[in-house]
């Protein structure tokens, strides 16, 4: 639904919008605070005789929610009261909608619930909240959500700014959790940076979108014209039917495989992303027990990809009709692509850990020492190697060190003598520092100092104690977090041929890893 606020200065003015905007528009929002004469009764006859359906949003902004945009004097603010009375009046009127901020309490929203109770009004209470400056995390703008929930609302509205293109994903990942909660919701972010927030929102299911008359003037900044949104929601709608039917609506089409799963990450990371990039899909974990079995279960079932986690990484290669180059050489498929019942094995981890470390430093001629070698090392091994760099291995059995060595033609060394070893980078693939026991590190806090950089590939805690020993000593940390989002997003791009939302990938996992860290 779109709607079109009125926001002209003078009574006459925006008795024209008004009827111009409803018959544009599904609804038009009368902006009272802006209007300064307004005369209510009179602006809700004009908008319904233009266009008897059209559905009337009365809204007394606050002053420190409202954003104007460059060039337009900022109104006046009313007072708490004539702003109650304004709303009691709509109610009167029997306007579809009184918008209330969050801030104005508690009481005051619950005064216009019970006065339409009273009245067996038909009018509807969005409850809103405004950021004229900045989108804050995720995690903050769902305990905002909750809050408004809390209040009765009938409907939702948050609306920060976009600083960043990114800041748009989050908006579109509160609309995705409203709606999982059965809860109607507008939601897109203002500024610039917003933009298409306004365009996406409105197809994620945000219940109205904000637009202008050709010749109106914007109550906020990003606002698009009528035209524009109802263009773009054309070109949208008939795009969405080239991407929606690649998957069944609600169905589990992606899949991780594990024993354990049930502290994973992925789940929540996986459906943040694909419910950003506007698939219809669903990613579950199971905890299996017979890996060929599972993979039976993903033929059968018709499931798009799966992850693979320990403790099959290496058993489920022999039940693949084939595997990419990278899993071949590693022996180890993380990842699995079904193309129309084909099962191909891949490997991301080795790929994760390369772009993470990229990050910080070039690989190329440079030494890394890696510690450990089981699995994650020898992807840490491969990538390295595969990028022209040396690496060293030091670990503590031996003989499961030189077996490494041996498959990848590089040195092998005991834990005694990493304080002699110098190189650009040295990466610990070990489980030593993972919670629990965060206190724990591989290795003592002088002896980082030889290393420009230090990469942990554990990621809960995410700081670990190694990482803050290096930093103490002034190395530059790459953490385990850039090594899970990255390798999951190369699954995601081996499953949709679409480049993954990394951003937000990042977010929804830091701050939950974030949380478990508090507590
Ligand atoms: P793995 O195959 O079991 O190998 C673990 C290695 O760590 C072995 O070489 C083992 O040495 C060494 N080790 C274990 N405990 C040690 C200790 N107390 N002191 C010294 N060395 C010790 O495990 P993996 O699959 O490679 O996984 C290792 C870590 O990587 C896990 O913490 C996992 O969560 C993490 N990981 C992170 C990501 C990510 O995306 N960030 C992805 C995959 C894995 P021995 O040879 O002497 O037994």
Known sequence: MICIPVTERTQCAALRSAAAAAQAADAVELRMDMIEDGDLPRLIDAARRAAPRVRIVVTCRRKDERSVPDGVQPSREMTKKAKMALLEQAIALEADFVDIELAEGVRAIGRLQSLIRRRQGKTQVIVSWHDTAKTPSLAKLREIFAACVRTGADVV?????????????????????????????????????????RVLAPLRGSFLAFAVLPSGRKSAPGQLSVSTMR?????????????????????????LLGNPVAHSLSPLMHNEALAAMGID??????????????????????????????????????????????????????????????????????????????????????TFVILGAGGTARAAVYG????????????????????????????????????????????????????????????????LAHFPVVMDVIYN?????LLKDAKAQGCRIVSGLEMFVRQGAAQLKLWTGREAPLALMRAVVRERLETLDNG
Not at 308 to 317: C, D, H, I, M, R
Request: net charge positive.
């Open 461 to 465: 805690p995410l700081a670990t104690r």
């Open 231 to 255: 263009g773009l929601e054309r070109l949208l709608q008939d795009g969405l039917s080239g991407i929606r039917p690649r998957f069944s609506p609600g169905g589990p089409a992606f899949v």
């Open 281 to 366: 899909g669903h990613y579950s974990a199971f905890c299996v027990t017979d890996p060929a079995a599972a993979v039976a279960g993903i033929r059968g079932l018709n499931i798009r990809g799966a992850s693979v986690t320990l403790p099959f990484k290496t058993a489920v290669a022999g039940c693949l009709d084939g595997l990419s180059a990278d899993a071949a050489a590693l022996g180890a498929v993380n990842t699995i692509v079904n193309e129309r019942g084909r099962l191909t094995g891949h490997n991301t981890d080795w790929l994760g850990l390369l772009q993470a470390l990229r990050e910080e430093t070039a690989i190329a001629g440079q």
């Open 157 to 197: 509205k948050i609306v920060p700014t976009a600083r960043r293109a990114d800041d748009n994903l989050k908006v579109l990942a509160l609309i995705r959790h409203a709606r999982w909660r059965g809860v109607r919701i507008i939601a897109m972010c203002m500024g610039e940076a917003g933009q298409q927030s």
């Open 384 to 447: 390295i190697k595969k990028e022209g760099g040396r690496p060293v291995i030091v670990n503590r059995t031996p003989e499961k060190g030189r077996l490494l060595a041996a498959a990848f033609d590089c040195p092998c060394y005991p834990p005694e003598a990493l304080g002699k070893i110098r190189a650009r980078a040295l990466i610990n693939t070990t489980p030593v520092g993972m919670t629990p026991r965060i206190h724990e590190s591989p290795v003592p806090a002088k002896t």
